[in-house]
């Protein structure tokens, strides 16, 4: 069980360095101007969309749906966990959605709008983080 646990902890960083850096990525590609620099940013998200984060999500899934299931986890702790990690897929889902947008110049947004997107995905980890370790209901 630790060890499922660790890895689950693992996988969780990976899919959150992803997060956390594609809106990152959005915020420079919405601010470049030259063909080069937008081929550039197209490249790197798509290589940190579909070889970091969606692996690093669909572990941390798999991971955590054994852990729960195996071991007999639950609570309203792991209720509300759960409400919370589909709104990450949601948001997760929103972000390759917006990836395909600047894929085809497409981006309707400017980069103010990518940095206030990229503080959603900080306020779901500590609210997660709180209900897995402090469980407090
Ligand atoms: C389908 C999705 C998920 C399920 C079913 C799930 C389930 C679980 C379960 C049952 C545990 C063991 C709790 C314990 O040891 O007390 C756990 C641990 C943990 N989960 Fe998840 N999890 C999921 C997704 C996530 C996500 C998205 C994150 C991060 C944002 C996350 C972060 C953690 C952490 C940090 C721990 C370790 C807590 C500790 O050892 O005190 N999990 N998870």
Same mark, same amino acid.
């Given at each position: 069980?630790?060890?499922?646990?660790?890895?689950?902890?693992?996988?969780?960083?990976?899919?959150?360095?992803? @997060?956390?850096?594609?809106?990152? =990525?959005? $915020? !420079? %590609?919405?601010?470049?101007?030259?063909?080069?620099?937008?081929? +550039?940013?197209?490249?790197?998200?798509?290589?940190?969309?579909?070889?970091?984060?969606?692996?690093?999500?669909?572990?941390?899934?798999?991971?955590?749906?054994?852990?729960?299931?195996?071991?007999?986890?639950?609570?309203?702790?792991?209720?509300?966990? @759960?409400?919370?990690?589909?709104? =990450?897929? $949601? !948001? %997760?889902?929103?972000?390759?959605?917006?990836?395909?947008?600047? +894929?085809?110049?497409?981006?309707?947004?400017?980069?103010?709008?990518?940095?206030?997107?990229?503080?959603?995905?900080?306020?779901?980890?500590?609210?997660?983080?709180?209900?897995?370790?402090?469980?407090?209901?």
């Amino acid at each position: 069980m630790l060890w499922i646990k660790a890895f689950h902890i693992i996988f969780m960083v990976t899919w959150f360095a992803g @997060l956390f850096y594609l809106p990152r =990525l959005f $915020v !420079y %590609h919405a601010m470049a101007t030259d063909a080069a620099s937008k081929e +550039r940013f197209k490249v790197m998200e798509r290589k940190l969309f579909y070889g970091i984060m969606t692996p690093g999500g669909v572990l941390t899934l798999i991971s955590g749906v054994w852990l729960w299931l195996a071991y007999g986890f639950g609570g309203g702790w792991l209720h509300t966990k @759960l409400a919370l990690v589909a709104v =990450l897929i $949601v !948001y %997760h889902v929103y972000c390759g959605r917006l990836m395909i947008a600047f +894929r085809h110049d497409r981006n309707h947004y400017g980069h103010v709008f990518y940095r206030w997107l990229n503080e959603f995905p900080t306020v779901l980890l500590i609210a997660i983080i709180v209900l897995v370790v402090v469980k407090p209901f």
